[in-house]
């Protein structure tokens, strides 16, 4: 078990460790022997890239809770499974037809349509196996309960499903080219983006035991930090230029999608960013757990991100 | 607890009760009010039409082991839910191209093409909530014990992604036009609708208890009817009409798709066909166990089927 930091001078060594540990996570299970290059194209998809923000949230969350890592660990390549398909998919011409993606051609332009809607899909079920695998060690110590493993399967597919992410994409889908009120912009981000990101919290939140109320004050942290996410990506879809992003800048403007930004004007949504900051810290300080530094200072990160 | 019938005088009366079953399940778990249209095209996607194969075959495999029923009754749920899903997402343009289905203008026709991926996307999600949701009555007998969500999660997660269900789609995707052996078209087919129907039998046995020569029995079986089915399917497709089929006949030899027709002829097709059955049936006698009546009889209607 390695050692919770509880200052900010070590946060940076602490994400290092991490993202390392995530990368051959996800390495050692995205399989490159899948038939007629599919295996490829799901590599190409989710290994070398994007910030890992939701398995950084799993394994901050489960440490603030002292729980199972190697359970963690698995559900940090499972959400990021999720993340990654969800992007496939959501880059393909149906939907936003985007054909650059952390700096690369995005996976339908590399492989092809239908080789891409295979690899989300496959993706998606991996995220499953991988939560329910038998342990790949003999170690016993790396075995998972299969009541967790039940549970963080239960907290997955709800969030990437009808009632989260799934659901709030249908939502961004029917809103192009409509205004909409700031509640109803809020309720499509809650499920789109933010329901994954909460639910990496309590997926890590899962691997160790909560109170009731630690648990909510978590689930209100992620709630508060998945909010604080969109309403930062909106601000930089129009402040930053495309490079620095590593996708298409000014993609939802053109595509006259609501955001933020449209929605509040630049400066308010920039204040609203910093005010859902606010609200992540102060659940974090009702939860009452003792090692929750980690999870304050990726906050501030989402906050202060700059691509 | 239904009783198990043993004769194939009670198969049809068999038949029609867990089909009333199994759709007024799926009606239950698929939501009507997920947003923005999509609970409209997920239950478009899933109620109302099919053959229900992949239930009836996990409520079959259930029974013959005297297994838990409102385990399998979840599993019967997820599983179709994965075989809907891979329909909705293989009609679509960049893939099959198809718009008739079950003798309905596909899910993409009717609802567009972003709409059935995310469709797609949340039936996949949804089938792994069913098997992890908390039990929907009060009555405890409704509850799955949480090691057994976790099994059935993890035999169909292996069974829908890359190596099964996505993974012979894959080989599929890349063998149009080429010509196939034998040998690679079988790995194909075991893997594209092999491994699910293999996957619905193993899931309604994981719901009772079994010794490992069962199990490997039932394996077996499963295997032996999933060839069957596709060789089947590949008859059909050149011997019977659109209408009849509630397809578009004619489609895999149109698109240069290997098949077994090709492959073998017709005739020797014909005589695979039954010997895959007789597989089955020794499959099932190789078991020991007392209640396959309605398994062997599942594999008859498997090779006699005219749609």
């Known amino acids: 078990m390695i050692a919770r930091p509880h200052t900010a001078v070590e946060f940076d060594p602490w994400v290092r460790r991490e993202l390392d540990a995530v990368e051959a996570a996800l390495n050692a299970w995205v399989p490159a022997e899948a038939p007629a290059g599919l295996g490829e194209a ?4 989710v290994l070398d890239g994007g910030k890992r923000l939701r398995p950084l949230l799993v394994l901050a969350a489960c440490e603030a809770v002292h729980g199972q890592r190697p359970a963690a660990l698995r559900a940090a390549v499972a959400v990021e499974l999720i993340h990654a398909y969800s992007l496939v998919h959501d880059d393909m011409p149906c939907m936003d037809n985007d054909v650059l993606r952390r700096g ?48 963080l399967c239960s907290l997955l597919a709800r969030a990437a499903g009808h009632a989260g992410m799934a ?39 899962a691997c160790g035991s909560t109170h009731a109320a630690a648990w909510q004050a978590l689930a209100d942290y992620g709630a508060a ?58 659940a974090l300080d009702r939860s009452g757990l003792d090692g929750v530094t980690i999870l304050s200072l990726l906050a501030d990160r989402v906050v202060e991100r700059e691509h």
């Open 42 to 45: 799901m590599r190409y998809g």
């Open 104 to 151: 690369k051609p995005t996976v339908h332009v590399k492989f092809g349509e239908a080789q891409a809607m295979l690899a989300g899909d496959a993706m998606q079920a991996l995220a499953f196996e991988v939560l329910t695998a038998p342990a790949q060690s003999s170690d016993a110590a790396f075995d998972v309960d299969p009541a967790l493993q039940a549970r």
């Open 167 to 205: 659901g709030g994409q249908a939502i961004d889908l029917a809103s192009v080219g409509r205004p909409l009120d700031e509640a109803t912009l809020r309720d499509m981000h809650r499920r789109k983006t933010g329901a994954l990101l909460q639910g990496s919290v309590l997926m890590g939140a």
């Open 225 to 282: 930090l998945g909010l604080a996410f969109q309403v930062v990506d909106d601000i930089l879809d129009v402040t930053q230029a495309s490079d620095k992003l590593g996708k298409t800048a000014g993609k939802d403007v053109d595509a006259n999608k609501p955001t933020y930004v449209t929605a509040l004007g630049l400066e308010a949504a920039r204040r609203y960013a910093v005010e859902l900051r606010q609200q992540a810290h102060a």
